[in-house]
């Protein structure tokens, strides 16, 4: 039986990692085993750039704060070698940097994620890293505007035109 200052650690850390999924917009739970320490480092950074927090845990801790946190079918996927990363401000930065990391290394696999109060699969955390940057959106968004209103003015003075051919000539002086 561990001790009375060991169990109080663990529930602080469960209390943490609770709060952290909480406050998350989303997160990715990967197995990193097989990465070097050197890759290790380069991947954090990437990740620290982006804004994401990324922290290797122990599956009994991260199962029982996604119980917490209302994510508990991640504990189906919490074996072997886990880390979690999370960002508060950016939904999609851990998914694009994961799943990137996970195609160029073989040995790094995203187990899992959670985005929108939901658990999703790999799959669907492939789906999101594929997702145009926000900025890249709002321009599409702001071009499909300007081709709706263009599109509009040109009916209009199309409208226009055929009404004034109809219309009888002005009087000369």
Do not use: C, H, W
């Not at 085993?33 to 290797?56: F, H, N, P, Q």
């Not at 851990?94 to 959670?114: I, P, Q, T």
């Amino acid at each position: 039986m561990p001790s009375e200052k060991v169990l109080l650690e663990k529930q602080e850390v469960v209390a943490k990692l609770t709060e952290k999924l909480q406050n998350a917009k989303a997160g990715v739970v990967v197995d990193y085993s097989g990465i070097t320490v050197a890759e290790d480092t380069v991947l954090r950074r990437k990740l620290r750039e982006a804004g994401v927090e990324y922290a290797v845990v122990k599956n009994t801790l991260l199962g029982r704060a996604a119980d917490n946190a209302g994510y508990g079918d991640l504990k189906s996927v919490l074996e072997g070698t886990t880390a979690i990363a999370t960002s508060d401000t950016d939904e999609l930065a851990a998914a694009k940097l994961l799943s990137e990391y996970a195609e160029k290394n073989e040995n790094f696999k995203v187990k899992a994620g959670f985005f929108e109060g939901k658990v999703i699969d790999p799959a669907t955390v492939d789906s999101l890293a594929k997702v145009p940057p926000r900025e890249v959106l709002l321009s599409m968004f702001i071009g499909g505007l300007n081709n709706m209103v263009a599109g509009l003015a040109r009916a209009l003075n199309a409208v226009a035109e055929k009404q004034g051919e109809g219309a009888p000539a002005e009087a000369e002086a």
